[in-house]
């Protein structure tokens, strides 16, 4: 299916768990996005991407890990989850400029 | 630095009222501005985008905004509410056009009564 696909759509792991969110785009668009939604907060950049192989910090970085081996794929990896990153995650892609496509999100409980 | 502001996180209108949800910004050079609609377990869905080009922008399923730069301001706007317009509404502000440079606001839940 063309679009933009995330999975696991729901997952509640442990505290000290890592777990990896997966994106997968079909447009080939160069920039890949992933944010966190909290209530009161909006959403907030957790990393972005402008290509294969190059990966750039957001707003909220602390405690997540990236990689962009291929133009279409760009996993989320939460090495130790904690509490506080309880949240719905979405991933979004972008071909230039500032228009992007979202992605139906994660939402993860860390339990 | 840029920023957004949404006034009322929660609106409230009757079915085939106006709908008016506010969104003022900071940014130090000439803006980007978006609104962006979010259903129940969706992801956000671009309604409208304003990029230094007509100051009314119309989108998608009757919406548009006016970028007021006196009053640093971008206003979404219907005419009538229908019951399918009950969604999360975000505005966001770019001043760079880069993607990874929006800031988003934490977004205005419309409720529309019938």
């Known amino acids: 299916d063309a679009g933009i696909t995330q999975s696991p759509r729901y997952k509640i792991t442990e505290t000290g768990r890592q777990v990896t969110l997966m994106c997968h785009q079909t447009?080939?668009?160069?920039?890949m996005f992933w944010y966190r939604q909290d209530l009161g907060h909006g959403l907030r950049l957790i990393y972005y991407?402008?290509?294969?192989?190059?990966?750039d910090k957001g707003e909220v970085p602390d405690g997540y890990v990236v990689s962009r081996s291929k133009t279409e794929n760009f996993p989320l990896t939460l090495e130790s989850a904690t509490r506080s990153q309880t949240s719905v995650y979405f991933c979004?892609?972008?071909?230039?400029?500032?228009?992007?496509?979202f992605g139906q999100g994660t939402r993860l409980t860390v339990v | 630095a840029q920023s957004v502001t949404q006034l009322g996180s929660h609106v409230s209108v009757s079915e085939g009222a106006l709908v008016l949800l506010r969104c003022n910004y900071s940014?130090?050079?000439?803006?980007?501005l978006f609104w962006y609609v979010q259903y129940p377990n969706q992801g956000l869905q671009l309604l409208l985008k304003?990029?230094?080009?007509?100051?009314l922008v119309k989108g998608i399923n009757g919406f548009e905004a006016e970028f007021k730069k006196s009053e640093t301001s971008f206003h979404l706007t219907k005419p009538s509410a229908h019951m399918s317009d009950a969604a999360e509404y975000f505005c966001?502000?770019?001043?760079?056009?880069?993607?990874?440079?929006?800031?988003f606001g934490i977004g205005t839940k419309l409720q529309v009564i019938p």
């Open positions: 979004a892609s972008s071909l230039v400029g500032p228009e992007a496509f």
């Open positions: 447009w080939s668009h160069s920039y």
């Open positions: 991407s402008a290509a294969a192989d190059i990966t």
């Open positions: 940014s130090s050079v000439p803006p980007y």
């Open positions: 304003y990029t230094s080009a007509a100051t």
């Open positions: 966001a502000v770019s001043d760079s056009g880069g993607y990874q440079k929006v800031t």
